[in-house]
């Protein structure tokens, strides 16, 4: 079983639109948790950790369920320049998990 | 523009030919990394180096070789690799590998084996 595993996508949303999805992990130890964006041949970056009782920032929402090993994001009124991938990271000890993405289009 | 630099950004060597990778992180972090991404598969993490000691080698052939000679410098020397070695090869720096802290990337070596 994969460690972090999302749905490839793509997600095809029009502007304005809301966008979720989820990662699963496998660690039930796992101690912290990411959301990374990467755009096309580019480098990850930090969009935002996501904490226990849930977070956002800005138009993004990101929740955490322990209980089911998922974590989800959401993008509410979508930008154009939303379109990426969209990494879930599980850190455990020292070590990152990463998922191979999520891809989000978001269309005119 | 991250605090992080790779070179060289591109790559095309020989089966048999000698390379090295090169990092530098700006930041003043105490851990770095190296990370492979292939097409459509999770970066895969290579080795972790936390106050220039090594402390992961995840299984890594002995045809990739690290090298930290101080906090700031990242090498990944390359010998005798195979077409199946082509990737994206990330570097990444945190301010150490024990925390929630977040890992800076490098814009990455493409690399091809030919």
């Known amino acids: 079983r994969k460690e972090v595993e999302q749905d490839p996508g793509p997600f095809n949303v029009p502007e304005g639109a809301t966008v979720a999805f989820n990662c699963t992990y496998s660690?039930?130890?796992?101690?912290?948790f990411f959301w990374y964006r990467q755009d096309c041949r580019k480098e990850p970056k930090l969009l935002m950790s996501?904490?226990?009782s849930g977070n956002e920032d800005g138009r993004f929402t990101a929740q955490l369920n322990r209980a089911s090993q998922y974590i989800s994001l959401l993008i509410r009124d979508s930008k154009l320049s939303d379109s990426a991938t969209y990494l879930c990271?599980?850190?455990?000890?020292?070590?990152?998990?990463f998922g191979a993405g999520t891809t989000v289009t978001v269309r005119a | 523009e991250t605090g992080v630099t790779q070179t060289p950004r591109h790559l095309v060597m020989g089966m048999t030919n000698k390379k090295s990778l090169k990092c530098e992180q700006h930041?003043?972090?105490?851990?770095m990394y190296w990370y492979k991404q292939s097409a459509k598969k999770p970066l895969e993490l290579m080795f972790v180096?936390?106050?220039?000691?090594?402390?992961e080698n995840n299984s890594v052939p002995s045809r990739f070789s690290p090298e930290c000679p101080n906090s700031s410098h990242l090498f990944l020397h390359l010998h005798t690799l195979q077409p199946e070695d082509s990737a994206l090869y990330l570097c990444?720096?945190?301010?150490?590998?024990?925390?929630?802290?977040?890992?800076?990337f490098g814009p990455g070596t493409r690399l091809t084996v030919t």
């Open positions: 990444a720096s945190s301010q150490d590998p024990g925390g929630a802290y977040e890992q800076y």
């Open positions: 660690n039930s130890a796992s101690q912290s």
């Open positions: 996501v904490y226990s």
């Open positions: 990271v599980v850190k455990h000890d020292y070590k990152l998990s």
């Open positions: 930041l003043g972090h105490n851990a």
């Open positions: 180096y936390n106050f220039k000691e090594q402390t």
